[in-house]
Every structure is written in structure tokens, then in C-alpha cells.
């Protein structure tokens, strides 16, 4: 059994298609339905069942999932335990990086990283935080840089880089710019637009307003924070946003009594070895960590 039939089976179980699996292995169709034959030849079993233009893991394809995963994990941890005994800081680094915080935080660090490591390949999919969680809970990535979720995971090593201040937010048209600072009484009078409270953000809104028992009037939500500023801007309600985000084209208020914050930074799983790429970046984000927490 050899590693590219593995990888070509994995990547059809991934995207349920033999030609999008050709295009994600960059080769073509034909060898991926060679490689899913000698595998399937090997173990004396069929993998997929292929109906009209569907393809479906057999209950042989469902047991060999989770094992091919394992096996292409712990191929890639040894070949990396060699290059990092050399001391090098190369190979493969992939994470998993927020909508918000690649856009507002991460540039100057991924430029100088780049500039002092070019023999690292980035592999960076940015995609929503709790997202990025679930990955590296399962082992799926080396890193993930993102809000960090309220609640943790025993699990899972969090790194605090950036404390990220949230402010309520207002059109300077709405009722409530009138206001300095404003209340969960006030604020459940008017319509909200919150991030998705599935969101880690949304989370922390929402206990808010639970611990006063009291209920957002919510009239849309999204995961995406620069739509609802912009929804917030022309009127269409209130939020909670970062700080940072924000622009003339709306108006910030206090909460009464208390200073809202979520916290930014880096996770990676506690039995998951770090290679020396990822020690690397990690030590950047301390650098940045300093900085902001000085």
C-alpha cells in the first residue's frame, strides 16, 4: 500500500468526485480511478459504491477514513522530526486564520516571516474561527490563528496575542448615538445585528443579555463583521464590534460599566508536536503578544 493511492483515496472521500479529486492532486482523472484500483485490489474490497455522477464511501471505504488520515498524519510528522533534527526552518506549515484577524492583524507578521524563513510553504486557509477550532481539534492543521474561544478545550494549547476591545456601534442617525454610553435595557429596545451568535463573538454578546435575562431583538446576522458595519452604517440597527474595525461612518458607544474585549491569538493541539516552522511563527505572535499586552 503506498501513499499516493492513500492520498488519491482521501481526496475522493473529501470531495465525493473522482475529477475534483484529480484537480486537487493536480494529475489526472484516469490516475486517480489507477491508484483507487490497486488500493481497492489490495485490500480485496470495493471502497466506493458510484452511482450515476454520486460517489459514496462503501461501509470498507467509512473503516479505512479515519485510518488513511492517521497514516498520512504520522508519514508527515516523521518526515518532519528529520528535517527538524537539522535544525532547519522549512517544509510545510499549514493554519487556519480568521476573516478578520488576516485582514486587520496578521499582514506585517506573514511579510516577515516570509522574509526570514522563504523555505516555509504557507499553506493558509482563512475561514471562520470555530472553524479553524474543530480543525486543529482533530489534527487537521498545525496552527490556527483566531478568536479564541470563551470557553477553551482541554484538548487544545490557546496562545493570548491580542486583546481585540469591542464597542457598541450605532449609526450617527440611530436613537442612540445621542448616548455615550448604553445598557442591555436600552439596547433590547432596538433591533440588533450581531455576528452569528454560533460565532465565539456572537457567544459573548449574547451572555450579555442572558445574564439579565434579557433577549436580542435580532433583525440579521452574519459571520462576516465588515457586512454588518456596513448594515450598522446606513441604519439598520445596532451592534458589537472590534474597535479597530471601526471608521467615521459610525458612531461608537460604551457599555455602561464595563469594558467589552474578546481575545485574539493562537491555538494548536497539546499532543500534536510542533515542527520548527511552527515554533518559528509562534514565536513572531509572542513578539506581537509584548507589544500589545505592554
Not at 499549514?94 to 486587520?104: D, K, R
Not at 520548527?276 to 506581537?288: D, G, M, S, T
Amino acid at each position: 500500500m503506498d501513499t499516493d493511492s492513500l492520498k488519491a483515496f482521501l481526496a475522493v472521500a473529501e470531495q465525493h468526485s473522482f475529477s475534483l479529486a484529480a484537480e486537487q492532486l493536480y494529475i489526472t482523472q484516469p490516475a486517480v480511478s489507477k491508484r483507487i484500483a490497486v488500493l481497492e485490489s489490495q485490500l480485496n474490497c470495493k471502497l466506493f459504491d458510484r452511482i450515476g455522477r454520486n460517489v459514496h464511501l462503501t461501509e470498507a471505504g467509512q473503516a479505512l477514513l479515519p485510518q488513511s488520515r492517521r497514516i498520512l498524519q504520522d508519514i508527515k510528522e516523521a518526515v518532519r522530526s528529520i528535517q527538524d533534527l537539522r535544525g532547519d526552518v522549512s517544509g510545510r506549515l499549514s493554519m487556519g486564520i480568521s476573516h478578520h484577524i488576516g485582514l486587520h492583524r496578521l499582514p506585517p507578521i506573514l511579510r516577515k516571516y516570509s522574509q526570514l524563513y522563504p523555505d516555509v510553504k504557507l499553506d493558509i486557509d482563512f475561514m471562520d474561527s470555530e472553524q479553524a477550532h474543530q480543525l486543529i481539534l482533530h489534527g487537521e492543521m498545525d496552527l490556527a490563528v483566531i478568536t479564541l474561544s470563551p470557553t477553551g478545550e482541554q484538548q487544545l494549547l490557546p496562545i493570548p496575542i491580542w486583546n481585540d476591545p469591542l464597542t457598541v456601534t450605532v449609526a450617527h442617525s440611530h436613537p442612540l448615538a445621542k448616548y455615550t454610553s448604553v445598557n442591555a435595557e436600552m439596547l433590547s429596545q432596538h433591533t440588533a445585528l450581531p455576528p452569528g451568535l454560533n460565532t465565539y463573538t456572537g457567544q459573548i454578546i449574547k451572555e450579555l443579555f442572558d445574564q439579565r435575562g434579557l433577549k436580542m431583538n435580532i433583525g440579521m446576522s452574519t459571520n462576516y463583521l465588515e457586512t454588518i458595519k456596513v448594515m450598522v452604517s446606513i441604519g439598520l440597527g445596532w451592534s458589537i464590534l472590534p474597535l479597530t474595525l471601526l471608521d467615521d461612518s459610525v458612531k461608537a458607544l460604551e457599555w455602561e460599566g464595563q469594558a467589552l474585549s474578546r481575545t485574539l491569538g493562537c491555538v494548536h493541539h497539546r499532543n500534536r508536536s510542533l515542527s520548527n516552522a511552527a515554533e518559528a511563527f509562534i514565536e513572531l505572535l509572542r513578539v506581537a503578544s509584548k507589544e500589545n499586552f505592554a
